[in-house]
């Protein structure tokens, strides 16, 4: 089979999140169709799979991944509706985290048979493409071992705190889901969770390390480019949501 490098690109705004995952799962089970009508065909035959990122906002959310403990979540029902959020359990791995406005949601829906069959890869390159977008605006941050996710002060540890979190799924080499970067996200909702399961470390944004605003297309256009970058993708193209 050709591997087709090409990505597709699509901001789709502030959007609901499960209107983001119900089109994540459209996606994967396209490409995920075209690789099981391809097994019937000669090679000289088959089809390309598409890539896809996908960039957005989401209004007040808290998701639980497939490993995660509902007991995270430390509101009810009704401390949800107080604060206008919703709650998810989803298909991705990792605990419980959150999203809402100012934080930059990625979901690449890559078939990684295009670049590489190897999970653990794939995600050291999602959080260096976040490394590389902080250092662009100042911000040191890096891994810390046995975490996923990218952290600022994560040499010496006196205060980790984590700036971008990460959950993922892949089936048949196809993703979805994929990283959560605090940009200008008002980081009091983090407090009604006990976020990715950690309970010793806090939680940051560009905008709290830095102490302004950021242009938040600014962000993002840094983050597309440092994604095409580490899967070194020869060609984007833009297409509508």
Request: with cysteine; charged share 25%.
């Amino acid at each position: 089979m050709h591997q087709n490098k090409t990505i597709i690109f699509k901001n789709l705004g502030l959007i609901e999140y499960q209107k983001a995952w119900d089109y994540q799962e459209e996606l994967h089970a396209q490409i995920v169709s075209i690789k099981l009508k391809n097994r019937n065909l000669l090679s000289n035959n088959q089809l390309d799979t598409p890539n896809y990122i996908l960039f957005c906002e989401h209004p007040h959310v808290y998701t639980l991944g497939k490993s995660g403990k509902p007991e995270h979540l430390l509101l009810d029902e009704k401390g949800l509706e107080n604060y206008e959020a919703k709650y998810y359990k989803i298909n991705r791995g990792g605990d419980i985290t959150y999203h809402g406005k100012g934080q930059l949601v990625g979901y690449p829906i890559l078939d990684l048979e295009n670049f590489f069959t190897d999970i653990h890869r794939y995600m050291r390159l999602l959080e260096e493409a976040v490394i590389r977008t902080c250092e662009d605006f100042g911000i040191i941050a890096g891994r810390i071992q046995g975490l996923t996710g990218v952290w600022v002060d994560h040499v010496e540890l006196k205060n980790p705190r984590k700036i971008c979190a990460m959950g993922v799924k892949a089936s048949r080499w196809v993703t979805m889901h994929g990283f959560a970067l605090n940009v200008n996200t008002d980081l009091s909702y983090f407090d009604y969770i006990v976020p990715c399961g950690i309970d010793d470390k806090a939680v940051t944004s560009m905008e709290k390390e830095l102490g302004q605003l950021l242009d938040f297309q600014s962000v993002s256009d840094k983050m597309l480019g440092h994604l095409m970058d580490v899967f070194t993708a020869p060609q984007l193209s833009k297409g509508e949501f």
